[in-house]
């Protein structure tokens, strides 16, 4: 039987289960397929916080969203085209999202009564009649999954583990997704277990066939690669967390130092840990310590050092560590802070996205005490963000922010490998000789002579013969470096480091205005896509309106203050309750309009669309 071969633009799949059915390495491998064919591509992980939440229920279900498209795309879409749902639950978490005339997958095996009393269902949906507006295709992955793995010998319950892959293997089939890179990727998650390695590839590939056979599934789909989409170079498919792992190294080669990284685990920047840790051959060491205030406490004594020190954590971590930031702006020592941002306040939603670490990152330490803030717009953007922040902190000696979050850090997208002369000259010159004459003609080092350009420091590493110098948290001698009560010291201290971070080059901001706006859509960090896409649909219905997206939070754009006056209305989309518009209306006396959300979960387009169109007829 011949069965029909659609062409489409894009597609919008949702894996929903429980989080111990392997939605997430689904996921994975279905956009390891689509990134391998071309296709330009944004995710959507989204996980249960509890490490195993109890099996079956809604607060327990895992899904893994993947838009694809044979374009230009810039978020894991809004709603998905088709929904595989692996048990009652999954249908019910996800259902509301879904759009009429979607396809829903079901695993009829899971729809039994004590599965659906769960989550709340008295009859089953699958006969109820309460899913006509979709179309459904009931498929037995459970019973099937365990057929097709009858020659291998495993107990039913470690056959059913493979449904997933069944699962993977339809949907590579109606998606015409590559499958060699699968089932190589198994033999060699599984290659000390090799029985299992050959139970997968069977369930992933008795999945194909039974796309290929069954008369449920008439139709498959044909989505193009997207060469239009990129540059041309070399791709990769990258998640935010790798991608900042990644410029982190680069940093530290094209400055010519040891990365060092001490850091405490925490959700969701453990990954960064996990990654630099295998990379000892690029000269990075990972320290993990046993608590948030030992990790960074390690690494601004790497700094000390001579290192390229980082620490990584997230909101509830950069609490513990605000008294050694404080004494990093008083050292005035490069330390690079990742916060991958999560829901709060205190533990919050750990596996849920934010950016509400904003105020605390600006002003969460004693005294004044001011630290630059960078923040990447996408996944692969990561990797530029924090090339930028290393630049910053090794030329202006001083602490950086770089505030990511959680949809970054777990999405990804297509990620061009940058060729080496592309990357900027991040080396420093350390002082070896002294570098002040006092009045009788004696030559000595002064720690806090400053650079008249940047007024950052010198970084002596210590050791170097004649270059002994005191550190510490009481204030500094301006030149000498040493201890000083003096009143008139100390604010000529406090004015020439706030000066010091107020004279960092950045970038002017870079408007997007067609012409004809007088609304201005200001953003930063990783709003950029759904910003982007929602400006893009009202472009699209003739609605003029101008974007602009920070990256440099502290200081800000010196152009900053013009761009806005501008525009009659400056709407800031924010994923918290106001942070951004609150410092724009404190800087520049703008009236910036919030439109804020704290759910855990990242804007939709067409939600932004609709308050950007509300915001402008207002």
């Known amino acids: 039987m011949l069965k029909e071969v659609k062409r489409l633009d894009r597609v919008i799949i949702r894996f929903a289960g429980d989080s111990g059915d392997g939605m997430q390495l689904t996921g994975d491998r279905f956009t390891s397929e689509t990134a391998s064919f071309g296709n ?81 269902y008295e009859t089953s949906p699958l006969q109820d009649g309460s899913l006509e507006a979709y179309n459904v295709h009931p498929v037995p992955l459970t019973t099937l999954t365990v057929e097709a793995l009858k020659e291998f010998g495993l107990t039913r319950k470690e056959a059913e583990r493979s449904k997933n892959m069944f699962a993977l293997g339809l949907l590579s089939w109606m998606y015409h997704r590559p499958t060699e890179a699968t089932e190589a990727f198994l033999r060699q998650k599984f290659a000390k277990k090799p029985e299992i390695a050959e139970a997968n590839v069977a369930a992933f590939r008795a999945g194909w066939n039974f796309g290929e056979t069954t008369e449920d599934f008439a139709t498959s789909y044909e989505v193009a690669p997207a060469t239009r989409a990129f540059p041309t170079g070399t791709y990769r498919n990258i998640s935010g967390n790798l991608a900042l792992s990644y410029g982190l190294i680069a940093a530290s080669r094209q400055a010519d130092l040891p990365l060092y990284l001490g850091s405490y685990p925490i959700t969701p920047a453990s990954d960064i840990l996990h990654e630099l840790s295998k990379h000892k051959n690029f000269g990075v060491r990972t320290f993990q310590a046993e608590d948030e205030i030992a990790g960074i406490g390690a690494a601004l004594g790497a700094a000390f050092g001579g290192s390229l020190a980082v620490t990584t954590t997230s909101g509830p971590g950069v609490a513990l560590k605000s008294e050694t930031i404080g004494l990093a702006v008083s050292l005035e020592l490069p330390l690079l802070i990742v916060d991958i941002q999560r829901g709060g306040p205190s533990t919050g939603l750990p596996t849920k996205t934010e950016q509400a670490d904003l105020l ?48 970054l850090a777990n999405g990804s997208e297509p990620w061009r490998i940058p060729d080496l002369d592309e990357l900027p000259d991040l080396r420093v010159q350390f002082a070896t000789v002294p570098n002040h004459t006092l009045a009788d003609g004696t030559e000595v080092f002064w720690p806090y002579k400053r650079d008249p350009q940047t007024l950052a420091r010198p970084w002596a590493v210590p050791g170097t013969p004649g270059l002994e110098h005191r550190i510490g948290g009481i204030e500094k001698q301006d030149g000498t470096g040493n201890i000083s009560y003096d009143p008139a010291n100390h604010d000529l201290m406090v004015r020439t480091r706030q000066a010091k971070i107020d004279g960092i080059d950045v970038p002017d901001l870079e408007v997007d205005d067609l012409g004809g706006a007088d609304t201005l859509v200001l953003g ?80 939709k387009a067409e939600q932004l669309a609709q308050a950007l169109k509300e915001a402008i007829n207002v």
């Open 40 to 120: 330009d591509l944004s995710t959507l992980p989204n996980f249960p916080a509890e490490i195993r939440a109890p099996a079956g229920t809604l607060p327990g279900v895992s899904s893994f969203q993947l838009h694809f498209a044979d374009h230009d795309i810039l978020t894991p879409g809004d709603a998905p085209n088709v929904l595989v749902a692996m048990n009652p639950a999954a249908l019910k978490a996800n259902l509301a999202d879904v759009p009429r005339g979607a396809d829903i997958i079901v695993n009829t095996d899971e729809f039994t009564k004590r599965p659906m009393a769960k989550v709340g």
């Open 524 to 603: 930063w960090g990783s709003t950029y896509g759904p910003i982007t896409a929602a400006v893009r649909r009202l472009r699209a219905e003739g609605v003029p309106i101008a974007q602009a997206h920070l990256r440099h939070l502290n200081p800000f754009p010196r152009n900053l203050g013009e761009v806005l006056g501008r525009y009659g209305k400056v709407v800031v989309p924010e994923m918290n309750l106001g942070q951004l518009a609150i410092l724009i209306r404190a800087k520049f006396v703008v009236d910036a309009q919030s439109f804020t959300q704290v759910n855990g979960m990242p804007f």
């Open 360 to 407: 605390q990152a600006m002003y969460g330490r004693n005294g004044e005490a001011p630290v630059p803030i960078v923040a990447p717009k996408t996944p692969a953007d990561c990797f530029d963000a924090a090339l930028d922040a290393a630049r910053i902190a090794l030329t202006y000696r001083t602490p950086v922010f770089l505030l990511s979050d959680g949809y």
